[in-house]
């Protein structure tokens, strides 16, 4: 039976103002999703959450990747889908466009479809509309892909050569789950209330990932850091921050990250820092005794693949 594995992400810069077609850098790191899949009745085990009942909304995604598949690649709907997932659900780390994409890659498989990963990328992508309603689609494209990724709507470059050596990423959860459609759509509301001044910070926003991308380009972390922090500036604008974010980001910076934020949809979730290998084993540490979830990350260059 094909069992396929896909990563979670980090977005180092530009959620929410991706949504409405600005640019985003994102990178797939080294948490996966796995996903097994085989010719049977259509049944759905999570070895998180048990049995999932085929008419429930959580299941609704699966559903909506087998109808494509069986469309698009004549698949059939009649697969016994098995889930085993090491990424947080919930906490912006991608974990269910991980789920999807692993998913579609097995399913494609066990089909004996001939299919290439832009055909996963866009089923998976077909689930994620599921989830959560109206997705950018950045979070398929790098666990279908991999890597460091300049993502805006509907195209992709890879900045895998880009990436600064001499830093890490921390990680710190905030233990709070929230739903990303629900906050996507809060966001979106937002910048309509705020009008022309909306308007403004989504502009704001589309010009700080260029000016990320120039950072990355002169391999200057420390301007890197700073953009990361004036990124979390304007989501907390946009109303996309909980005062756990922003009490975390303030602890890593007091901790001697270059730069901090909220990753992923924000309101709970996770918190992201940029620093130097040592200071980044630091500032687990310190936040572990505080009693934070803090690990580092490594990037994932590989994508989905078969396991
Ligand atoms: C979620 O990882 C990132 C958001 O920008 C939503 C999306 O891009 O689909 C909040």
Known sequence: MPCSIAPGKVILFGEHFVVEGYPAIGLAVGLYASTCVEKGEFKIYSRQLGPIDPSSPLAKPFLRVLEEAAREFNCGRDYTIYIDSGIP??????????????????????????FTREDVSRIAYMGEVEVHGKPSGIDNTLATYGGLVYYKRGSFKRLDTLLPEGVELVVADTGVKRDTGVVVRDVLEKRRRLGRLGGILYEAAGELVEEALAALRERDVVRLGELMTVNHGLLFSMGASA??????????????????????????????????????????????????????????????RLT
């Open 89 to 114: 659900v919930g906490a912006g780390m991608g974990s269910s466009a991980a789920v999807n994409v692993s998913l579609t890659h097995s399913l494609l498989h066990a089909c004996g479809a001939g």
């Open 243 to 304: 005062w756990v974010n922003d009490y975390l980001v303030h602890r890593m910076l007091g901790l001697g990250a270059y730069g901090a934020k909220l990753s992923g949809a924000g309101r709970g979730g996770i918190v992201i820092g940029l620093a130097e290998p040592a200071r980044a084993q630091a500032i687990v540490e310190e936040l572990e005794r505080e009693g934070v979830k803090a690990y580092r990350v490594k990037p994932d260059y590989e994508g989905v």
